[in-house]
């Protein structure tokens, strides 16, 4: 059975150049999480999905970043314009309902230059 | 702000031996979570354990939650090299949010 499926695993850009994160959950599950974690912040919530509706964006920094979840089994998280500090590694997760057990994907490895 | 942290913030220890992880939290909690970590790679959950339950254990794992101290343990019984990771403890407080510590690192030699 597949996990929780991310991609591009690794993005190299160039400063001000529109990044799209993708990541496709787990089949059935009705939550999704976007994570960014970086050495000096750690794991940090950005925004969160249940049955494709988001309930929670407080953790979005600024208005370059946009999360979509146009059906169950997509999600974008977007970057535009893409800054340096952007760098980070961004995890999707997924659970059956919100407060039960994430599963993580493998993270998309993301360079800012 | 983070809501778990995690102490010690590196472990190291020999093959064999036990390891032990705490996570103190700041507010009320439904459960707190355990997760692995391997360098370079995405996070594992370990085990779950709700507000109402003081104990859990999962194989070599024991967890304990003292909600009177906001405090949770992760013993790891006989710990191995493939133990070596990174472990995080996270809460989920109100609106089901996952807050996770900075971690403990853990590194078990041969």
């Known amino acids: 059975d597949a996990g929780v499926i991310q991609s591009p695993r690794h993005e190299v850009t160039e400063m001000g150049q529109e990044v799209t994160l993708r990541c496709k959950p787990i089949?059935?599950?009705?939550?999704l999480f976007w994570y960014r974690q970086t050495m000096m912040r750690g794991l940090e919530l950005l925004i969160y999905?249940?049955?494709?509706?988001?309930?929670?964006d407080s953790g979005m920094p600024e208005d370059r970043f946009s999360a979509k979840m146009p059906n169950a089994s997509f999600s974008t998280l977007k970057i535009q314009p893409s800054e340096p500090r952007d760098s980070a590694v961004y995890f999707c997760?997924?659970?059956?309902?919100?407060?039960?057990?994430?599963?993580f994907g493998p993270g998309t490895r993301l360079l800012v230059l | 702000s983070q809501q778990g942290e995690e102490d010690p913030q590196a472990l190291s220890i020999q093959e064999g031996e036990n390891a032990t992880m705490n996570c103190s939290y700041k507010?009320?909690?439904?459960?707190l979570q355990w997760y692995r970590q391997n360098s370079g790679r995405g996070l594992v959950h370990l085990i779950l354990i709700r507000s109402n339950e003081r104990e859990k254990h999962s194989g070599r794992l024991r967890v304990t939650l003292d909600t009177s101290k906001k405090s949770s343990s992760l013993l790891i019984t006989a710990s191995r090299a493939a133990d070596t990771a990174s472990y995080f403890c996270a809460t989920d407080g109100s609106n089901y949010k996952l807050t996770f510590g900075k971690g403990t690192l853990l590194t078990v030699n041969p």
């Open positions: 999905f249940n049955n494709n509706v988001p309930i929670d």
């Open positions: 089949s059935g599950h009705n939550s």
């Open positions: 997760a997924s659970s059956l309902q919100p407060g039960e057990t994430q599963y």
């Open positions: 507010t009320s909690i439904n459960n």
